[in-house]
């Protein structure tokens, strides 16, 4: 049972445009929810995350947005720019104490063209 | 640059001969994490060290094991292969468990079995 979705498995961008990548869960107890960017032959990094508590949070480019009443949330990067091509995984973390899993989507893979 | 350092990144091996991933780390993280990738599915949490704590995924299959000597490294032993093991293999590394967005990833070993 897949907890955490990202329904399109890819997405294509023109450069300056707004990237929208889309991320469904199911666990009403996720307390803390994360991107990673993973270029090819590298290790997803850390890129953006929220708490649970909020509904926005802003770095730079890229915002996260928290709907809990629909339990989706969703990263829109603006402006893109083709550095940011790569895959995006949406994770999500049980509230369950000092607990250190995460629990992963498939991923995002994010084309922006020039 | 401390990092998450991960040997090989491509590792064959036959149908039932044991097998063993390294992973080392330069940045003297309390807690190391392994994952298993399989294509095009989320990478799932196999089982965590904190510090000598060693924390097993309840669906982790017995054939998984793992193993960390120090603070630096660790390792993940396949004991009977088998062609459903084939798959990326991520190791992450953490400061303090109950923080997500501090786990760093190493670039991944894919495991072929044949």
């Known amino acids: 049972d897949q907890q955490v979705k990202q329904n399109s498995p890819s997405l294509s961008v023109q450069e300056g445009r707004i990237s929208i990548l889309n991320c469904d869960y199911t666990?009403?107890?996720?307390?803390?929810f994360l991107w990673y960017k993973k270029y090819p032959a590298e290790g997803p990094t850390f890129l953006i995350s929220?708490?649970?508590?909020?509904d926005k949070n802003e770095d730079g480019r890229f915002t996260v947005f928290l709907n809990k009443s629909a339990k989706h949330l969703s990263l829109h990067i603006v402006p893109s720019q083709p550095g940011d091509s790569a895959v995006y995984f949406c994770?999500?973390?049980?509230?369950?104490?000092?607990?250190?899993?995460?629990?992963f989507g498939t991923g995002t893979r994010l084309q922006v063209f020039p | 640059d401390a990092m998450v350092i991960q040997n090989p990144r491509y590792q064959v091996t036959q149908f039932g001969k044991p097998v063993t991933l390294s992973c080392s780390q330069t940045?003297?993280?309390?807690?190391m994490y392994w994952y298993q990738q399989k294509s095009s599915q989320a990478p799932k949490l196999l089982f965590h060290y904190y510090d000598k704590d060693f924390n097993n995924e309840a669906d982790t299959p017995d054939n998984f094991q793992s193993r960390r000597p120090n603070t630096s490294f660790c390792f993940l032993d396949i004991r009977s292969p088998g062609l459903g093991d084939a798959a990326m293999y991520l190791c992450a590394t953490s400061r303090t468990p109950g923080l997500p967005e501090t786990q760093y990833f190493g670039p991944g070993t894919r495991l072929l079995v044949l």
């Open positions: 940045l003297n993280h309390n807690v």
């Open positions: 994770a999500a973390r049980p509230r369950r104490g000092n607990t250190d899993k995460l629990i």
């Open positions: 929220i708490s649970s508590i909020k």
């Open positions: 666990n009403s107890m996720f307390d803390y």
